[in-house]
Protein backbone atom coordinates (compact mmCIF):
# COMPACT_ATOMS: atom_id res chain seq x y z
CA UNK A 1 0.00 0.00 0.00
CA UNK A 2 2.89 2.63 0.48
CA UNK A 3 3.70 2.28 -2.78
CA UNK A 4 0.12 3.11 -3.79
CA UNK A 5 0.21 6.04 -1.49
CA UNK A 6 2.97 7.72 -3.62
CA UNK A 7 0.56 8.42 -6.55
CA UNK A 8 -1.99 10.47 -4.53
CA UNK A 9 -3.36 13.66 -6.35
CA UNK A 10 -1.04 15.95 -4.21
CA UNK A 11 1.75 14.06 -5.70
CA UNK A 12 1.25 13.63 -9.28
CA UNK A 13 0.13 17.53 -9.76
CA UNK A 14 3.67 18.45 -7.92
CA UNK A 15 5.23 15.88 -10.48
CA UNK A 16 3.63 17.97 -13.29
CA UNK A 17 4.78 20.98 -11.94
CA UNK A 18 8.38 20.08 -11.53
CA UNK A 19 8.37 18.48 -14.72
CA UNK A 20 10.70 20.16 -17.37
CA UNK A 21 14.68 20.20 -17.33
CA UNK A 22 14.93 16.12 -17.73
CA UNK A 23 12.39 15.77 -20.30
CA UNK A 24 13.84 19.04 -22.60
CA UNK A 25 17.81 18.27 -21.67
CA UNK A 26 17.67 14.25 -22.56
CA UNK A 27 15.33 15.09 -26.47
CA UNK A 28 16.89 18.74 -27.18
CA UNK A 29 20.07 16.42 -28.30
CA UNK A 30 18.02 14.38 -30.56
CA UNK A 31 19.19 17.44 -32.58
CA UNK A 32 20.14 17.70 -36.41
CA UNK A 33 23.42 15.76 -35.44
CA UNK A 34 21.51 13.72 -33.03
CA UNK A 35 19.23 12.98 -36.19
CA UNK A 36 21.95 12.45 -38.53
CA UNK A 37 23.11 10.04 -36.87
CA UNK A 38 20.65 7.83 -36.20
CA UNK A 39 19.65 8.20 -39.59
CA UNK A 40 22.93 6.34 -41.11
CA UNK A 41 23.26 3.82 -38.31
CA UNK A 42 19.83 2.40 -39.43
CA UNK A 43 20.37 3.03 -43.20
CA UNK A 44 23.94 1.58 -42.92
CA UNK A 45 23.90 -1.28 -40.46
CA UNK A 46 20.21 -1.89 -40.76
CA UNK A 47 19.09 -3.34 -37.03
CA UNK A 48 22.28 -4.50 -35.97
CA UNK A 49 23.09 -1.77 -34.23
CA UNK A 50 19.71 -1.47 -32.07
CA UNK A 51 21.44 -3.12 -28.66
CA UNK A 52 23.72 -0.09 -28.08
CA UNK A 53 20.36 1.71 -27.10
CA UNK A 54 20.35 -0.18 -23.96
CA UNK A 55 23.74 0.61 -22.28
CA UNK A 56 23.76 4.47 -23.82
CA UNK A 57 20.25 4.73 -22.27
CA UNK A 58 21.59 3.58 -18.51
CA UNK A 59 24.56 6.05 -19.03
CA UNK A 60 22.59 9.11 -20.17
CA UNK A 61 20.31 8.45 -16.53
CA UNK A 62 23.30 8.06 -14.56
CA UNK A 63 25.32 11.47 -15.60
CA UNK A 64 21.82 13.44 -16.04
CA UNK A 65 20.79 12.44 -12.40
CA UNK A 66 23.91 13.24 -10.91
CA UNK A 67 23.47 16.62 -12.71
CA UNK A 68 19.94 17.42 -11.65
CA UNK A 69 20.48 16.13 -8.00
CA UNK A 70 23.34 18.40 -7.56
CA UNK A 71 21.32 21.14 -8.74
CA UNK A 72 18.68 20.35 -6.37
CA UNK A 73 20.89 19.65 -3.64
CA UNK A 74 23.38 22.70 -3.56
CA UNK A 75 20.87 25.09 -6.03
CA UNK A 76 23.80 26.19 -7.56
CA UNK A 77 24.72 25.27 -11.36
CA UNK A 78 27.63 23.06 -12.47
CA UNK A 79 29.57 26.51 -13.51
CA UNK A 80 29.52 27.78 -10.06
CA UNK A 81 30.67 24.48 -8.30
CA UNK A 82 33.33 24.00 -10.78
CA UNK A 83 34.81 27.78 -9.90
CA UNK A 84 34.52 26.99 -6.29
CA UNK A 85 36.18 23.62 -6.11
CA UNK A 86 38.72 23.70 -8.90
CA UNK A 87 39.77 27.28 -9.31
CA UNK A 88 39.12 30.12 -11.86
CA UNK A 89 41.77 28.77 -14.37
CA UNK A 90 40.41 25.43 -14.78
CA UNK A 91 36.91 26.93 -15.24
CA UNK A 92 38.22 29.25 -17.83
CA UNK A 93 39.59 26.97 -19.89
CA UNK A 94 36.59 24.72 -19.42
CA UNK A 95 34.10 27.37 -20.54
CA UNK A 96 36.45 28.69 -23.60
CA UNK A 97 36.18 24.96 -25.01
CA UNK A 98 32.76 24.95 -24.02
CA UNK A 99 32.13 28.26 -25.96
CA UNK A 100 33.73 26.76 -29.18
CA UNK A 101 31.68 23.23 -29.08
CA UNK A 102 28.86 24.96 -28.38
CA UNK A 103 29.35 27.55 -31.61
CA UNK A 104 30.22 25.18 -33.73
CA UNK A 105 26.68 22.80 -32.92
CA UNK A 106 24.66 26.12 -32.94
CA UNK A 107 25.77 26.79 -36.53
CA UNK A 108 24.93 22.74 -36.99
CA UNK A 109 21.26 23.46 -36.27
CA UNK A 110 21.23 26.51 -37.92
CA UNK A 111 21.89 24.08 -41.16
CA UNK A 112 19.44 21.43 -40.19
CA UNK A 113 16.94 23.86 -40.06
CA UNK A 114 17.82 25.19 -43.90
CA UNK A 115 18.04 21.92 -44.96
CA UNK A 116 14.84 20.49 -43.53
CA UNK A 117 12.95 23.69 -44.82
CA UNK A 118 14.21 23.62 -48.16
CA UNK A 119 12.51 20.12 -48.73
CA UNK A 120 9.61 22.20 -48.29
CA UNK A 121 10.66 24.96 -51.12
CA UNK A 122 12.00 27.38 -48.30
CA UNK A 123 15.25 28.87 -49.42
CA UNK A 124 17.76 29.72 -46.28
CA UNK A 125 17.89 32.63 -46.92
CA UNK A 126 13.89 32.77 -45.61
CA UNK A 127 14.57 30.05 -43.06
CA UNK A 128 17.41 30.91 -41.14
CA UNK A 129 16.60 34.39 -39.92
CA UNK A 130 13.10 33.74 -39.20
CA UNK A 131 13.95 30.95 -36.89
CA UNK A 132 16.89 32.90 -35.04
CA UNK A 133 14.39 35.78 -35.03
CA UNK A 134 11.79 33.75 -33.56
CA UNK A 135 14.49 31.90 -30.69
CA UNK A 136 14.92 34.72 -29.89
CA UNK A 137 12.11 36.63 -29.08
CA UNK A 138 10.98 33.26 -27.13
CA UNK A 139 13.73 33.66 -24.84
CA UNK A 140 14.33 37.30 -24.50
CA UNK A 141 10.70 38.38 -23.68
CA UNK A 142 9.31 34.97 -22.49
CA UNK A 143 9.76 34.18 -18.83
CA UNK A 144 10.90 30.63 -17.60
CA UNK A 145 7.70 29.30 -17.20
CA UNK A 146 6.56 30.30 -21.01
CA UNK A 147 9.67 29.37 -22.38
CA UNK A 148 10.15 25.86 -20.15
CA UNK A 149 6.33 24.84 -21.77
CA UNK A 150 6.86 25.64 -25.29
CA UNK A 151 10.23 23.41 -25.29
CA UNK A 152 7.46 21.13 -23.25
CA UNK A 153 5.24 21.05 -26.36
CA UNK A 154 7.91 20.69 -28.52
CA UNK A 155 8.88 17.39 -27.34
CA UNK A 156 5.76 15.81 -28.12
CA UNK A 157 6.57 16.56 -32.31
CA UNK A 158 9.35 14.03 -31.76
CA UNK A 159 6.43 11.68 -32.06
CA UNK A 160 6.49 12.29 -35.47
CA UNK A 161 9.59 9.65 -35.85
CA UNK A 162 7.47 6.76 -34.49
CA UNK A 163 4.54 7.27 -36.96
CA UNK A 164 7.49 7.70 -39.93
CA UNK A 165 8.54 4.26 -38.82
CA UNK A 166 5.07 2.55 -38.17
CA UNK A 167 4.63 3.60 -41.98
CA UNK A 168 7.30 1.29 -43.28
CA UNK A 169 7.19 -2.08 -43.20
CA UNK A 170 8.91 -3.40 -39.78
CA UNK A 171 10.16 -6.89 -38.91
CA UNK A 172 8.69 -6.09 -35.15
CA UNK A 173 10.25 -10.02 -34.16
CA UNK A 174 13.77 -8.78 -35.99
CA UNK A 175 13.75 -5.62 -34.22
CA UNK A 176 13.09 -6.66 -30.88
CA UNK A 177 15.65 -9.53 -31.16
CA UNK A 178 18.41 -7.05 -32.51
CA UNK A 179 17.85 -4.53 -29.29
CA UNK A 180 18.60 -7.30 -27.00
CA UNK A 181 21.67 -9.05 -29.37
CA UNK A 182 24.85 -7.44 -28.82
CA UNK A 183 26.46 -7.28 -32.52
CA UNK A 184 29.86 -6.61 -33.19
CA UNK A 185 32.17 -6.45 -36.63
CA UNK A 186 35.78 -6.13 -37.27
CA UNK A 187 35.09 -2.87 -39.28
CA UNK A 188 36.35 0.33 -38.42
CA UNK A 189 33.64 2.31 -39.65
CA UNK A 190 30.87 0.01 -37.59
CA UNK A 191 33.23 0.56 -34.81
CA UNK A 192 32.99 4.24 -35.29
CA UNK A 193 29.25 4.45 -35.66
CA UNK A 194 29.05 2.64 -32.50
CA UNK A 195 31.24 5.42 -30.80
CA UNK A 196 28.89 8.29 -32.37
CA UNK A 197 25.99 6.93 -30.88
CA UNK A 198 27.38 7.17 -27.38
CA UNK A 199 28.74 10.66 -27.99
CA UNK A 200 25.73 11.88 -30.33
CA UNK A 201 23.43 10.92 -27.30
CA UNK A 202 25.75 12.46 -24.28
CA UNK A 203 27.09 15.60 -24.96
CA UNK A 204 29.11 18.28 -22.51
CA UNK A 205 26.78 21.36 -22.66
CA UNK A 206 23.82 18.80 -21.04
CA UNK A 207 25.05 18.57 -17.99
CA UNK A 208 25.38 22.23 -17.40
CA UNK A 209 21.75 22.82 -19.30
CA UNK A 210 20.39 20.57 -16.73
CA UNK A 211 21.51 21.44 -13.56
CA UNK A 212 21.18 24.87 -14.40
CA UNK A 213 17.58 24.59 -15.55
CA UNK A 214 16.81 22.88 -11.54
CA UNK A 215 18.24 25.52 -9.90
CA UNK A 216 16.31 28.17 -11.95
CA UNK A 217 13.05 26.14 -12.16
CA UNK A 218 14.06 26.33 -7.32
CA UNK A 219 13.48 22.54 -7.33
CA UNK A 220 15.47 21.35 -4.01
CA UNK A 221 16.54 18.50 -2.30
CA UNK A 222 13.11 18.20 -0.39
CA UNK A 223 11.14 17.34 -3.72
CA UNK A 224 13.66 16.08 -5.82
CA UNK A 225 12.09 12.70 -6.16
CA UNK A 226 9.74 14.02 -8.69
CA UNK A 227 12.77 15.46 -10.65
CA UNK A 228 14.51 12.42 -11.03
CA UNK A 229 11.26 10.88 -12.44
CA UNK A 230 11.53 13.65 -15.17
CA UNK A 231 15.23 12.59 -15.90
CA UNK A 232 14.44 9.32 -16.17
CA UNK A 233 10.72 9.40 -18.06
CA UNK A 234 13.04 12.38 -20.49
CA UNK A 235 15.81 9.86 -21.42
CA UNK A 236 13.90 6.82 -21.70
CA UNK A 237 11.96 9.27 -24.36
CA UNK A 238 14.58 10.71 -26.19
CA UNK A 239 16.35 6.65 -26.79
CA UNK A 240 12.72 5.74 -27.67
CA UNK A 241 13.06 8.24 -30.66
CA UNK A 242 16.85 7.36 -31.61
CA UNK A 243 15.03 3.92 -31.60
CA UNK A 244 12.01 5.05 -34.25
CA UNK A 245 14.32 6.79 -36.58
CA UNK A 246 17.00 3.48 -37.01
CA UNK A 247 14.17 1.51 -37.52
CA UNK A 248 12.36 4.05 -39.77
CA UNK A 249 15.80 4.14 -41.89
CA UNK A 250 16.87 0.62 -41.52
CA UNK A 251 13.02 -0.54 -42.58
CA UNK A 252 13.24 1.28 -45.91
CA UNK A 253 16.63 2.40 -47.30
CA UNK A 254 19.05 -0.26 -45.67
CA UNK A 255 16.60 -2.28 -47.35
CA UNK A 256 16.61 -0.94 -50.99
CA UNK A 257 20.82 -0.11 -49.95
CA UNK A 258 20.11 3.51 -50.90
CA UNK A 259 23.33 5.86 -49.77
CA UNK A 260 22.54 8.94 -47.69
CA UNK A 261 24.79 11.37 -45.78
CA UNK A 262 21.87 13.79 -43.88
CA UNK A 263 19.25 13.53 -41.95
CA UNK A 264 17.75 15.44 -45.08
CA UNK A 265 19.07 12.82 -47.81
CA UNK A 266 16.97 10.38 -45.21
CA UNK A 267 13.56 12.48 -45.45
CA UNK A 268 14.01 12.15 -49.69
CA UNK A 269 14.95 8.96 -49.84
CA UNK A 270 11.80 7.87 -47.57
CA UNK A 271 9.69 9.60 -50.03
CA UNK A 272 9.48 6.82 -52.88
CA UNK A 273 10.23 3.87 -50.85
CA UNK A 274 7.54 4.34 -47.71
CA UNK A 275 5.18 7.47 -48.97
CA UNK A 276 5.32 11.16 -48.47
CA UNK A 277 3.42 10.99 -45.61
CA UNK A 278 6.31 9.38 -44.17
CA UNK A 279 8.73 11.73 -45.92
CA UNK A 280 6.80 15.34 -44.80
CA UNK A 281 7.00 13.58 -41.05
CA UNK A 282 10.97 13.21 -41.20
CA UNK A 283 11.30 16.03 -42.81
CA UNK A 284 8.82 18.27 -40.05
CA UNK A 285 11.00 16.07 -37.40
CA UNK A 286 13.92 17.60 -38.76
CA UNK A 287 13.21 21.29 -38.67
CA UNK A 288 11.26 20.81 -35.03
CA UNK A 289 14.59 19.15 -33.73
CA UNK A 290 16.95 21.87 -35.13
CA UNK A 291 14.79 24.55 -34.27
CA UNK A 292 14.38 23.40 -30.74
CA UNK A 293 18.75 22.52 -30.47
CA UNK A 294 18.75 25.98 -32.21
CA UNK A 295 17.16 27.67 -29.18
CA UNK A 296 18.66 25.66 -26.25
CA UNK A 297 22.29 25.20 -26.85
CA UNK A 298 22.77 28.55 -27.07
CA UNK A 299 20.57 29.24 -23.78
CA UNK A 300 23.00 26.65 -21.95
CA UNK A 301 26.36 29.08 -23.07
CA UNK A 302 24.49 31.85 -21.54
CA UNK A 303 24.07 29.77 -18.51
CA UNK A 304 27.43 28.32 -17.76
CA UNK A 305 29.38 31.01 -18.57
CA UNK A 306 27.52 33.36 -16.65
CA UNK A 307 27.27 30.87 -13.55
CA UNK A 308 31.34 30.67 -14.28
CA UNK A 309 31.95 34.59 -14.05
CA UNK A 310 29.49 35.46 -11.44
CA UNK A 311 27.03 37.44 -13.41
CA UNK A 312 23.37 37.49 -13.07
CA UNK A 313 21.39 35.17 -15.11
CA UNK A 314 17.88 33.81 -16.10
CA UNK A 315 15.31 33.75 -18.79
CA UNK A 316 12.77 35.85 -16.10
CA UNK A 317 15.54 38.50 -15.89
CA UNK A 318 15.78 41.32 -19.04
CA UNK A 319 18.72 43.08 -20.90
CA UNK A 320 19.12 45.65 -17.93
CA UNK A 321 19.25 43.16 -14.91
CA UNK A 322 21.08 40.10 -16.96
CA UNK A 323 22.90 42.01 -20.12
CA UNK A 324 25.94 38.91 -20.44
CA UNK A 325 23.20 36.55 -20.23
CA UNK A 326 21.44 37.81 -22.98
CA UNK A 327 24.06 39.08 -25.45
CA UNK A 328 25.36 35.50 -24.93
CA UNK A 329 23.07 34.20 -25.96
CA UNK A 330 21.85 36.68 -28.80
CA UNK A 331 25.62 36.23 -30.13
CA UNK A 332 25.70 32.44 -30.01
CA UNK A 333 22.42 33.26 -32.08
CA UNK A 334 23.54 35.77 -34.54
CA UNK A 335 26.94 33.91 -35.03
CA UNK A 336 25.59 30.74 -35.99
CA UNK A 337 22.07 31.63 -38.45
CA UNK A 338 24.80 34.13 -40.28
CA UNK A 339 27.46 31.34 -40.37
CA UNK A 340 24.96 29.22 -42.45
CA UNK A 341 24.21 32.57 -44.88
CA UNK A 342 27.84 33.02 -46.02
CA UNK A 343 28.76 31.92 -48.94
CA UNK A 344 31.27 28.99 -49.23
CA UNK A 345 31.25 28.73 -45.58
CA UNK A 346 33.16 25.48 -44.84
CA UNK A 347 30.73 23.89 -42.51
CA UNK A 348 32.20 20.58 -42.58
CA UNK A 349 35.56 21.81 -41.03
CA UNK A 350 33.43 24.18 -38.31
CA UNK A 351 31.26 20.86 -37.51
CA UNK A 352 34.91 18.93 -37.40
CA UNK A 353 36.41 21.03 -35.29
CA UNK A 354 33.39 21.44 -32.19
CA UNK A 355 32.79 17.26 -32.67
CA UNK A 356 37.25 16.87 -31.83
CA UNK A 357 36.82 19.89 -28.94
CA UNK A 358 33.80 18.02 -27.62
CA UNK A 359 35.39 14.72 -27.45
CA UNK A 360 38.45 16.44 -25.53
CA UNK A 361 36.12 18.35 -22.90
CA UNK A 362 33.50 15.17 -22.13
CA UNK A 363 35.70 13.07 -20.03
CA UNK A 364 36.86 16.23 -18.33
CA UNK A 365 33.82 17.28 -17.56
CA UNK A 366 32.20 14.08 -16.53
CA UNK A 367 35.15 13.27 -14.12
CA UNK A 368 35.14 16.98 -12.56
CA UNK A 369 31.25 15.66 -11.84
CA UNK A 370 31.97 12.96 -10.50
CA UNK A 371 34.80 14.46 -7.97
CA UNK A 372 31.87 17.01 -6.76
CA UNK A 373 28.76 14.37 -6.49
CA UNK A 374 31.40 12.88 -3.93
CA UNK A 375 32.24 15.60 -2.18
CA UNK A 376 30.24 15.15 1.51
CA UNK A 377 30.51 18.50 2.42
CA UNK A 378 29.04 19.59 -0.80
CA UNK A 379 26.17 16.89 -1.29
CA UNK A 380 25.69 15.42 2.56
CA UNK A 381 23.62 12.52 2.50
CA UNK A 382 23.39 12.76 -1.04
CA UNK A 383 26.87 11.74 -2.16
CA UNK A 384 26.42 8.68 -4.72
CA UNK A 385 26.40 5.53 -2.66
CA UNK A 386 28.33 2.29 -3.75
CA UNK A 387 26.71 0.69 -6.08
CA UNK A 388 25.95 3.87 -7.93
CA UNK A 389 29.25 4.91 -7.63
CA UNK A 390 30.51 1.82 -9.12
CA UNK A 391 28.23 2.39 -11.92
CA UNK A 392 28.91 6.32 -12.60
CA UNK A 393 32.50 5.42 -12.61
CA UNK A 394 32.11 2.39 -15.21
CA UNK A 395 30.19 4.69 -17.30
CA UNK A 396 32.96 7.66 -16.85
CA UNK A 397 35.78 4.86 -18.00
CA UNK A 398 33.58 3.59 -20.89
CA UNK A 399 32.86 7.21 -22.15
CA UNK A 400 36.34 7.99 -21.64
CA UNK A 401 37.81 5.45 -23.90
CA UNK A 402 35.15 5.55 -26.34
CA UNK A 403 35.12 9.36 -26.97
CA UNK A 404 39.16 9.44 -27.07
CA UNK A 405 38.58 6.79 -29.65
CA UNK A 406 36.01 9.14 -31.74
CA UNK A 407 38.54 12.19 -31.64
CA UNK A 408 41.26 9.78 -32.76
CA UNK A 409 39.39 8.78 -35.51
CA UNK A 410 38.58 12.25 -36.07
CA UNK A 411 42.21 13.76 -36.31
CA UNK A 412 43.14 10.92 -38.40
CA UNK A 413 41.15 9.18 -40.51
CA UNK A 414 41.40 5.36 -40.81
CA UNK A 415 43.03 5.07 -36.70
CA UNK A 416 40.16 2.80 -35.80
CA UNK A 417 40.28 0.49 -38.96
CA UNK A 418 43.81 -0.14 -38.10
CA UNK A 419 43.08 -0.30 -34.21
CA UNK A 420 40.32 -3.02 -34.95
CA UNK A 421 42.84 -4.84 -37.65
CA UNK A 422 45.90 -5.06 -35.49
CA UNK A 423 43.40 -6.36 -32.75
CA UNK A 424 42.09 -9.16 -35.28
CA UNK A 425 45.74 -9.83 -36.41
Known amino acids: MPFFKKFSRKNILLFFALLGPGIITANVDNDAGGITTYSLAGARYGYSLLWMLIPTTVSLVVIQEMCARMGAVTGKGLSDLIRESFGLRTTFYIMIALFLTNLGNTISEFAGIAAGLELFGVTKFISVPLAALLVWLLIVKGSYRIVERVFLIVCVVYLVYPLAALSADVPWGEVARAAVTPTFRADGDYVAMMIALIGTTIAPWMQFYQQAAVVEKGITAENYAFTRLDVVIGCILAVVVAL ?5 CAASI ?60 GIDKDFRKAPEFFWLFTISIGIGAATILIPGMPLLFVMYVSQVVNGVMLPFVLILMLLLINNARLMGKFVNGPVFNAVAWVTVAALIILTALMTIDTVRPGAITALVKLMAG
Open 244 to 248: FIVVA
Open 254 to 313: HRQGLPIETAADAAMALKPLVGDYASWLFGVGLINASLFAAGILPLSTAYYICEAMGWEL
